[in-house]
């Protein structure tokens, strides 16, 4: 017995980029894993090839399995798992604010066109810029939630994902330094309210060979865990 495929198309507005030419690894992990990623539940997500923009691609469903395909091309599979993500710890959004002044990718940015992190006009990308924070092993910034990114009243998790990606990256990134996210693993805890402001903190915990790991999460201002991730990058050869 087999179990049936429900199948639609995707395409990834060019909005939504991360490096040129492809979509943002944490938009595109929080549009395959939206079907599993309810409060307090968990789902892994792997990138198994970039996703290209403006292209018509497979989102398939099949038993607790979501996966994104281009042809025969698996690009992204998305599945549920029995964990409870570490968060890094909080830090409050006065000092997360400030830490932006410090953003390596003012210095020198590899992908300056990227929807979270690149330096896109206000309300167009996210603009959310970690940098490091005084006396903390974490980088932060502050976010508030552009009305831009709101859908049907809901901030969807497409965005939760995306601004739960390139952090991690930044936590290890020096100016002009870039890797490609191979896999995220996001849980939600609450929803995001659209218009508030957060927190975004992430943390390095690791470097193996060309693969590089770090944590996430997004706060509410009194602290309450909103969303978090664990991510593996992989540096190019």
């Known amino acids: 017995m087999t179990t049936a495929a429900l199948q ?12 040129a030419g492809i979509a943002n690894g944490g938009w595109i992990a929080g ?28 989102l398939s469903q099949v038993a607790n399995t979501a ?30 604010a400030r830490a932006e002044a410090g953003f390596a990718g003012l210095q020198g940015h590899a992908f300056p066109e990227c929807f979270v992190c690149g330096l896109r006009e206000p309300g167009d990308g996210l603009r959310i810029f ?24 809901v901030v969807p998790n497409s965005i939760i994902g995306a601004v739960l990606d390139c952090v991690t990256g930044w936590a290890h990134f020096a100016p ?15 929803p995001v309210s659209p218009g508030g ?18 944590q996430s999460a997004i706060y ?5 865990l909103v969303a978090a991730a664990k991510a593996v990058w992989i540096v190019p050869r």
């Open 31 to 58: 549009t395959v894993a939206d079907a599993h990623l309810g409060e307090h539940s968990t789902v892994e997500v792997t990138l198994h090839a970039p996703t290209p923009l403006e292209t018509s691609l497979c």
């Open 130 to 153: 970690p940098g490091p924070v005084e006396g903390a092993d974490v980088v932060a910034a502050g976010w508030r939630v552009p009305h831009s990114v709101v859908e049907n009243g």
């Open 220 to 224: 509410e201002v009194d602290g309450s």
């Open 67 to 96: 996966s994104l395909s281009h042809g025969e091309e698996l690009l992204v599979e998305a599945i549920p798992v029995a964990e409870d993500l570490e968060a890094p710890a909080f830090v409050p959004l006065i000092d997360a």
């Open 8 to 19: 639609t198309s995707l395409t990834v507005p060019e909005r939504f980029r991360g490096p």
């Open 176 to 190: 002009g330094e870039s890797a490609l996210l191979g896999r995220l693993t996001l849980q939600m805890h609450r």
């Open 197 to 214: 402001s957060y927190s975004v903190v992430g943390k390095a915990t690791g470097r193996e060979g060309r693969k590089l790991f770090g």
